[in-house]
């Protein structure tokens, strides 16, 4: 079974900064997925990685992943408050089975 | 706008009712979903539909009960449910296959059990 773990869970940030929020999975996972999801709505996708060393880039955000580390990062690039929200990691396996990362409550501060 | 309807938005029940949601979309997937998410955690797979067929039932107790009428409809028929049920229910769908394309979800119903 694919367990999905990222860190940090809340993480606090000043307009401007730059962090990275870490996504580890346990097992072979084919496809690795990132999602936004503001309070009281649902899942927006953001990024597909298909494959090893796969780095996707979207305004202040870009994602990357590591197959042999089993690790996936989502960095923040100069944070506006915008970008405020919850955002989940998501490995497939077993064909349509995703696993969602624990989450990351990220808040930006002006 | 999201491209997966769910409705009602929001369903507030007693533990002896009958009531189902609802889930449409029109994008041609072949592949729905129903997640369940409680507050502050993340969506938790309930059930997968392939093809019109339940692929994958994630030892979901009988009181909830899912039904995949045609390619573009798929719904969750609850009953006799219990307070801890209360959550935002996610409908999604996708293409089946090469997981080259995302999960697409609904803005979910959230339900209230009484």
């Known amino acids: 079974e694919l367990k999905v773990e990222q860190n940090p869970l809340f993480l606090s940030m000043q307009e401007g900064k730059n962090y990275t929020i870490y996504c580890n999975y346990s097992?072979?996972?084919?496809?690795l997925y990132w999602y936004r999801q503001d309070p009281g709505k649902s899942l927006e996708s953001l990024f597909v990685?298909?494959?090893?060393?796969a780095v996707k880039q979207e305004g202040r955000l870009m994602a990357s992943l590591d197959t042999k580390a089993r690790l996936s990062t989502l960095h923040i690039t100069a944070a506006v408050h915008d970008l405020s929200a919850t955002y989940f990691c998501a490995g497939r396996w077993g064909n349509e089975k995703l696993t969602f990362g624990t989450g990351t409550r990220l808040t930006i501060i002006p | 706008d999201t491209e997966v309807t769910q409705t009602p938005k929001h369903l507030v029940m007693g533990m002896t009712n009958k009531k189902s949601l609802k889930c449409e979309q029109h994008m041609g997937h072949r592949a729905m979903y129903w997640y369940k998410q409680k507050a502050k955690k993340p969506p938790e797979l309930m059930f997968v539909?392939?093809?019109?067929?339940?692929?994958i039932n994630e030892s979901v107790p009988s009181r909830f009960s899912p039904e995949c009428p045609n390619s573009s409809l798929l719904n969750l028929h609850l009953h006799a449910l219990q307070p801890e049920d209360s959550a935002l229910y996610l409908c999604?769908?996708?293409?089946?296959?090469?997981?080259?394309?995302?999960?697409?979800f609904g803005d979910g119903t959230r339900l209230s059990i009484l």
């Open positions: 539909y392939s093809y019109e067929k339940l692929s």
């Open positions: 990685l298909l494959s090893n060393g």
């Open positions: 097992t072979t996972s084919d496809r």
């Open positions: 999604a769908s996708s293409q089946i296959g090469d997981g080259h394309q995302p999960q697409h």
